[in-house]
């Protein structure tokens, strides 16, 4: 039998309701309605540079101890802050098994139990859920308890889960993926009922009730060992063909899910397919969801998703769908199933969205996705608490997003209904966010994994999030002269660019360097012996509110000096002109060959991108590709790909060596990235991007495809044609880059030294001077800007121009007033001149007429220097003395 969903009226009302109820009052709970500034969160980074992170338990003080996946078993000291290794599992870390989760005994005070759940090393495929004592900083392994084991495949891919969390009876949970090949579906639902097949088939793992997979256990572990089956789980115990132990089944990957300790209620984001088939709204039914589970059941998996939308049945053997199950009454007649055969009724998700653009959800965004359900918040739990949010979010869960990076607050009615959602912390960006909880103190924590999938990632990080009512906390900053060196290195250290957001504080600074304390603004300090040297800073107001920040100096490695030598002149190109260059190169440490720094040279249309290059220290071996290259970085591409780091996706580098060559590659790889798709590198499917421009993706295909060309070779000396340009592209520059990476010493990492000469088009618009004290007349209908008003003494600035064989500069300016000379100085208003220039007076107005080129000799002046551009007329008075549009500088 087949059903097919119609959305009713009501449930489209509720749709529209969603995008308009944040300030709406939560369950009547409070009298909040506005959401608190922005500026009255701080957010600080405990730790960093971590390897896979997945769960953490906040302990008393403080302490933050969590697992990587890997093994590792690290703790945060909050009266340290510093991050200590405690062990190391030896786990199976295949796949996406490892060391899964941690919890603290409700007891945690008197007993010092933890709980961990980790797949367990060696040639048994089990995941093991036992109790260890955590006492003095050590974890105890040789008072390891099992509490529970279940038998897993570890041949295909995926899902482990694998969260811990104990409800206020005492009760313990445990998800678990289906732990189902999820990757040969062929566009369907992993029910593969074939023989041989059976580790493709959902139906012996999910929606099977004799077996522990894709499902939320609850338990109550017992003081010596093993567990009790509390009373209320789904099936009673003793049900012949029904594990007890199960509280949710029909679940996919049940990766992150919370307790509601008032209602009781478990909210739980299970993470969705890639399919081809559609629901009856025409979506793709690759849909995430979070659930609310307020008594146990079956969440529909793998035979439906979403609002109970219904899944055909593929058979695999015939290549033939056909009808689903029904919901009300499902039935799982796979050969490979050894539970029940009539399962309970299937219940729908509270959220659920795809890939595309949600129309019931639209706030959740589109591309890939990974739902997670976090902690619900409660103002009465943290009545004193210093730290804890306002009231407006009393009541409201906090959901997040691993893939897209956002947090949202979800609110309630007073039925305990979906009423609506709103960003939470829009204002920052979260990379992965994998767990998060709050403190006793009010605080929120968060465990970011990072960018790369199976890596250990820089940006893999520990952070706490503080809200301050009232008094809001300093934002400390910590600006340095320098950050690596030989020893003994001198560093000067600044708090200038703390800030303050509650007028009239006064702020003092406290500096801690080597166990020393120092105060004041700036500081200096010798490290005197290698190392790496945390550096941490105390910003406090005056009225008891205090903002910390940390970095790190790096002692033991200079960084190298790489230096581009030309005679040619290094801010502007001309027609016909050229480059001449010599690379030289030298570091402390090492011995350095010219023939190992890389070169790169090429013409950026956009001049403006060009800093976006040099700020963020890439080596512009592509710079034909930049928009591509900042498309990819923009969207959620990075969760699954990076230029040539394995993870869940192909490198960048393995895409352009695959399609080297290919007639249409271009073509296919732009039709991918719209559309999505999957089956060229194994059944994982790739997330559609239907909202980017075909010329976008366009830019991002060739910018990979680059990846593979092979990067031109430059000499470390010779003659490089500036032949790229055109005379429409005034915004384009030539930007030539110079790079070496040493071999790191002393246990310094490696270190990089840079040189670039970025040459622009020798005309400059007026109105784009970096200092001056003119002003800027704008006419659309003429579609320009000039600098006009210009009286005796005003003046113009222009940094860093070079006028090596510069022989002349010439002015489009107009005859508006009493006239005078424009002086042109060097570094200062009362610099050295090099060039003076008469404008005679004259009486027009306005942007239309009365504009000409007129032209000034130049000194003949070597070097780059700040140019002061001068208007003089001192019989004047405060009259107007003309109107400049621009200027321009001639080499002959």
């Not at 600080?44 to 769960?55: I, K, N, R, S």
């Not at 890939?368 to 619900?376: E, F, Y």
């Not at 040619?568 to 480059?579: C, E, I, P, Q, V």
């Not at 030539?736 to 840079?754: E, K, V």
Request: glycine letters at 10%; one cysteine or more.
């Amino acid at each position: 039998m087949s059903f097919e969903f119609k959305a009713p009226a009501i449930l489209l009302l509720v749709a529209s309701v969603l995008m308009i109820a944040p300030s709406c009052k939560n369950n009547g709970k409070n009298e909040s309605t506005t959401a608190p500034d922005s500026t009255r969160y701080t957010r600080t980074v405990l730790a960093e540079g971590l390897d896979e992170p997945m769960q953490m338990v906040i302990l008393p003080g403080n302490d933050v101890l969590f697992v990587e996946r890997k093994g590792g078993v690290r703790l945060y000291k909050d009266a340290t802050k510093e991050l200590r290794a405690v062990a190391n599992f030896e786990v199976f870390s295949g796949i996406e098994d490892g060391l899964l989760g941690v919890v603290a005994d409700p007891d945690y005070e008197k007993n010092h139990w933890l709980y961990f759940y980790y797949a367990v090393a060696g040639e048994q495929a089990v995941s093991r859920l036992s109790r260890m004592e955590f006492r003095n900083d050590s974890l105890l392994r040789s008072t390891e308890t099992v509490i529970l084991e279940i038998p897993t495949q570890r041949i295909y891919c995926c899902h482990s889960a694998g969260y811990l969390k104990f409800d206020r009876a005492g009760n313990l949970y445990l998800s678990t993926g289906d732990n189902t090949n999820a990757e040969e579906t062929a566009g369907y639902t992993p029910v593969d009922e074939r023989p041989g097949r059976e580790l493709s088939d959902d139906q012996a793992t999910a929606s099977n009730t004799n077996d522990l997979r894709g499902k939320i256990l609850r338990i109550k572990p017992l003081p010596g060992g093993g567990y009790a089956i509390p009373e209320g789980n789904l099936f009673p115990k003793g049900t012949a063909g029904a594990r007890p132990e199960i509280y949710v089944m029909g679940a996919r990957n049940p990766y992150r899910y919370s307790i509601d300790d008032e209602t009781g209620y478990l909210y739980f984001g299970d993470v969705g397919p890639d399919t081809e088939m559609k629901a009856s709204d025409g979506e793709l039914m690759s849909f995430d969801e979070i659930n609310q589970v307020r008594e146990p059941g079956y969440y529909g998996w793998p035979y439906f998703l979403g609002n109970n939308q219904i899944f055909g049945k593929y058979d695999y053997a015939t290549g033939e769908l056909g009808p689903g199950k029904d919901p009300s009454k499902p039935m799982n007649e796979s050969p490979n199933n050894t539970g029940l055969k009539e399962l309970p009724p299937a219940k729908p998700a509270m959220i659920w969205y795809g890939k595309n653009n949600s129309t019931y959800f639209p706030q959740v965004g589109n591309g890939g996705a990974t739902a997670m359900a976090g902690p619900v918040y409660y103002s009465k739990h943290f009545k004193k608490a210093p730290y804890k949010l306002s009231d407006y979010y009393d009541g409201k869960l906090f959901i997040y997003e691993w893939i897209r990076g956002w947090v949202m607050a979800v609110s309630f009615d007073e039925s305990g209904n979906l009423k609506g959602m709103e960003p939470f912390l829009e204002h920052w960006n979260f990379d992965a966010p994998v767990d998060m909880q709050f403190a006793s103190d009010g605080a929120i924590y968060m465990l970011e994994y990072g960018t790369n999938w199976f890596s250990k990632n820089t940006n893999a990080r520990l952070v706490r999030i503080e809200y301050a009512e009232g008094n809001r906390r300093p934002v400390a900053s910590i600006e340095m002269d320098k950050q690596y060196g030989a020893a003994p290195l001198t560093v000067k250290l600044s708090a200038g660019g703390s800030i303050d957001h509650d007028e009239g504080d006064k702020l003092s600074f406290r500096w801690r360097v080597e166990g020393e304390n120092k105060q004041g603004e700036t500081v200096s300090h010798t490290f005197t012996k290698p190392g790496i040297y945390d550096v941490e800073l105390t910003v406090s107001d005056g009225e008891g509110g205090e903002g910390t920040t940390s970095n790190r100096i790096y002692v033991g490695n200079t960084p190298p000096e790489v230096h581009i030598h030309t005679s040619a002149n290094r801010s502007f190109y001309w027609d016909g002109s050229t480059l001449d260059y010599a690379v030289e190169a030298s570091d402390r440490e090492d011995s350095v060959s010219v023939a190992d720094v890389s070169l790169a040279f090429g013409y950026i249309p956009n001049g403006k991108d060009a800093a976006l290059v040099l700020s963020g220290g890439q080596d512009p071996s592509s710079l034909r590709y930049l928009k591509g290259q900042q498309l990819i970085a923009s969207l959620d591409c990075k969760s699954c790909h990076s230029i040539d780091k394995e993870s869940v996706g192909p490198t960048y580098q393995a895409v352009a060596a695959r399609y080297r060559g290919t007639p249409g590659a271009e073509g296919l790889l732009v039709n991918k990235i719209i559309d999505g798709g999957s089956g060229n590198w194994g059944e994982r499917a790739m997330s559609p991007h239907p909202e980017l421009a075909e010329e976008d993706a366009r830019e991002m295909v060739r910018y990979i495809l680059s990846l593979g060309a092979g990067q031109q070779q430059l000499a470390p000396q010779g003659v490089l044609r500036l032949d790229s340009h055109s005379g429409r592209d005034a915004d384009g520059v030539y930007l030539f880059s110079a790079r070496y990476t040493d071999h790191g010493a002393n246990g310094i990492p490696p270190l990089n030294g840079h040189d670039h000469i970025l040459l622009r088009n020798p005309l400059l618009q007026a109105e784009d001077f970096d200092a001056g004290n003119v002003r800027i007349a704008t006419v659309t209908t003429a579609f320009m800007s000039y600098v006009y008003g210009i009286q005796n003494g005003s003046y113009l600035s222009f940094r860093d121009i070079d006028l090596t064989h510069v022989r002349r500069i010439g002015y489009r300016a107009q005859a508006s007033g009493a006239g005078g000379t424009i002086e042109v100085h060097l570094d200062s208003i009362g610099g050295p001149v090099v060039s003076r220039l008469e404008i005679p007076a004259g009486n027009f107005s306005g942007a239309e007429n009365g504009w000409k080129e007129v032209m000034g000799s130049v000194d003949e002046t070597h070097d780059v220097h700040d140019l002061y551009v001068v208007f003089v007329n001192g019989d004047a008075g405060d009259k107007a003395l003309f109107s400049i549009d621009w200027l321009k500088f001639y080499n002959r």
